[in-house]
């Protein structure tokens, strides 16, 4: 692994159905994202976390979740899609310890929910 | 609220220079980012700004006034491979990056 990898990289969904979409980094930053990206929108952030243990909320984090087990990985969760959350989602990653904390960016997971 | 300007789309000549204008309202700066991002693929970072000022990186250089609220990120030497969206984004007082929508950049021949 080199970076960050998103898995799946697309996905058809029936509304309704749970769904979790993985991203892992190997870099040992301590800060991960959740972005959607909408045509003709800015990233919005869905959920982060500056740390393992700990999350917080972003712009847009009604009905989602997230966990952050360890430093490498930072799933999220769909607990029941809706035609609403079709998007593609980015997967982030910044050193927070640094002055410069630019974030990398994984290829992204486009969903679809039918 | 918060809110970052950019349009929405601007075209240029291969071998041209363009210039790409960005201006924000946030509450609290903490940097200033520009981000390239072609079609269908991640972003990927091209420029930091947090001090006044312009930052040269090769053929991209990024402006910076904090008084005006305003950055801009200049492209020199077009080339086709250019052809993407620009993303501004700020970094608030809460350490949060808040994106503008982007520009798309289209480069003729």
């Known amino acids: 692994i080199a970076g960050i990898t998103q898995a799946p990289t697309s996905q058809i969904l029936a509304a309704g159905r749970r769904m979790t979409l993985r991203c892992t980094q190997d870099?040992?930053?301590?800060?991960m994202y959740w972005y959607r990206q909408d045509l003709g929108l800015g990233l919005r952030l869905i959920h982060y976390s500056n740390t393992a243990g700990t999350t917080g909320k972003g712009e847009v984090p009604d009905g989602y979740s997230v966990s952050r087990a360890n430093t490498d990985d930072f799933p999220l969760t769909l607990a029941s899609a809706v035609p609403s959350q079709t998007s593609v989602y980015f997967c982030?990653?910044?050193?927070?310890?640094?002055?410069?904390?630019?974030?990398?960016f994984g290829p992204g997971t486009r969903l679809t929910v039918l | 609220g918060q809110n970052i300007d950019q349009p929405t789309e601007m075209t240029a000549t291969e071998g041209a220079i363009v210039q790409i204008n960005c201006t924000y309202q946030?509450?609290?700066?903490?940097?200033l980012f520009w981000y390239q991002q072609h079609a269908g693929e991640a972003p990927t970072f091209l420029s930091y700004n947090v001090l006044d000022g312009l930052e040269e990186k090769g053929r991209f250089s990024s402006f910076l006034s904090r008084s005006k609220g305003y950055s801009y990120l200049l492209l020199k030497e077009l080339q086709m491979k250019d052809s993407a969206s620009y993303l501004c984004?700020?970094?608030?007082?809460?350490?949060?990056?808040?994106w503008g929508a982007g520009t798309k950049l289209i480069i003729k021949p």
């Open positions: 946030t509450s609290g700066f903490n940097g």
């Open positions: 982030a990653s910044s050193d927070e310890t640094s002055g410069y904390n630019e974030q990398f």
């Open positions: 870099m040992r930053h301590n800060a």
């Open positions: 984004a700020v970094k608030d007082s809460n350490y949060q990056l808040i």
